[in-house]
């Protein structure tokens, strides 16, 4: 293996351990205000909280024992701690995700006391790092963001709020700002051809990009069901097309056919909230067109509830709502367009040092000649 630089550090051990206490705290939130809501008689409200927890973790966990099978099938990896009815059961009762975790953690912990640690070993914990940084953005995207949709619309639509239910919602805020960033500097830092995120002012940058822009998303869709729970079927349309275009660009990111529909599946359910780029292609045109789109549906939605149904509430908070999705659309665009400009790393493959790098486009992903692992047939978010 080419030497890459690239260390595992204490200081990604530490972010490996701030990981695992924020997706505890996040399943712990929504676990507590779904109980609270049940208390208060509020049983479609707390059934619909726990639904989006398992939905999330029942998908993590699929794809985590489908990973595990194929990394010690394809790559010889065996760990005699993990046998096949081990990890049968440890997903089967849904902490698969906490076994990688503790797995990571205490791998990582050994190499990193080590004084001659080869970079085989190195690349491997960020490979680990790396799968768990893409179930956590599975999870982030069926769990979290969902969650803040409909805890928002339980505070906006029916009035009703409590400290708990706050409390929810700045933990899976905190839970996605955390997992979006976490996985752009780990996917970079798995492939040896790719330059690293820097951190500092490209990462926050980054991270403003997506935050300001998923904030107004999360509120629009919002105000959207408030509106009409038939808009609820538009936003199954809007999945859908999402899904069809991943099955048009023919993702290839699975080993199974089934497991390969419920990855565009879940695509589908991410490009609801977010842009990113499925294969790894310059994607300026289809960026332009999503955000158009995107923006314009977010700006309709207040004014729709406003001229159609002033009897909501919303009306008396019209013009704040409409000056924040705006202002906050503004400003996350902008970021995006600072990062892509001047922040994004840009470095050619190894092998042919070209000066192609589109917007949202892994650099050299084009260009190297095998892919091997499923890191470098990820969605580039």
């Known amino acids: 293996m080419t030497n890459t630089g690239k260390r595992f550090s204490w200081f990604r051990w530490l972010c490996s351990v701030f990981g695992l206490l924020f997706y505890l705290a996040d399943i712990g939130s929504d676990f507590l205000l779904s109980v609270q809501y049940f208390k208060k008689g509020h049983v479609t409200w707390a059934a619909l909280t726990l639904v989006f927890v398992l939905v999330g973790s029942l998908c993590i966990q699929i794809f985590s024992y489908a990973w595990f099978k194929d990394d010690k099938e394809n790559y010889g990896e ?16 849904q902490i698969g995700i906490f076994t990688r975790y503790v797995h990571l953690l205490k791998k990582s912990f050994k190499v990193l006391r080590s004084d001659d640690t080869q970079e085989e070993e190195q690349f491997h914990l960020f490979g680990l790092a790396t799968d768990l940084s893409m179930l956590r953005m599975f999870e982030v995207f069926l769990e979290s963001v969902p969650q803040l949709v409909l805890q928002v619309y339980i ?8 400290y708990l239910q706050y409390i929810s919602m700045a933990v899976s805020l905190l839970n996605i700002a955390w997992a979006m960033v976490d996985y752009r500097r780990c996917f970079r830092r798995s492939l040896p051809y790719l330059k690293e995120m820097p951190s500092g002012i490209p990462t926050a940058v980054y991270l403003f990009y997506k935050i300001f822009t998923i904030t107004p998303r999360i509120l629009s869709l919002t105000l959207f069901i408030m509106l009409s729970a038939f808009c609820t079927v538009a936003m199954a349309c809007i999945w859908l097309v999402g899904t069809i275009w991943a099955f048009v660009e023919e993702t290839d990111f699975c080993t199974s056919r089934v497991l390969e529909h419920l990855y565009r599946a879940i695509v589908g359910v991410i490009l609801l909230f977010t842009f990113f780029n499925i294969k790894g292609e310059n994607t300026t045109v289809h960026m332009t067109v999503y955000y158009i789109f995107s923006v314009g549906q977010n700006l309709a939605a207040p004014i729709l509830l406003f001229l159609l149904k002033p009897e909501s509430g919303v009306p008396d908070y019209f013009l704040p ?21 001047l922040l994004h790393p840009r470095q050619p493959c190894r092998e042919k040092m070209t000066e192609e790098d ?10 190297e000649p095998k892919k091997t692992t499923r890191f470098e047939r990820f969605l580039q978010i």
């Open 78 to 93: 065996d760990n005699k701690a993990l046998s096949p009815c081990h990890l049968i059961c440890i997903h089967v009762l």
């Open 155 to 162: 505070i906006l639509g029916h009035n009703h709020q409590s």
């Open 321 to 341: 709502i409409l000056f924040f999705i705006l202002v906050s659309e503004s400003m996350g665009l902008g970021f995006l367009g600072l990062y892509y400009s």
């Open 358 to 367: 589109g917007m949202d486009q892994v650099d050299g992903m084009n260009h």
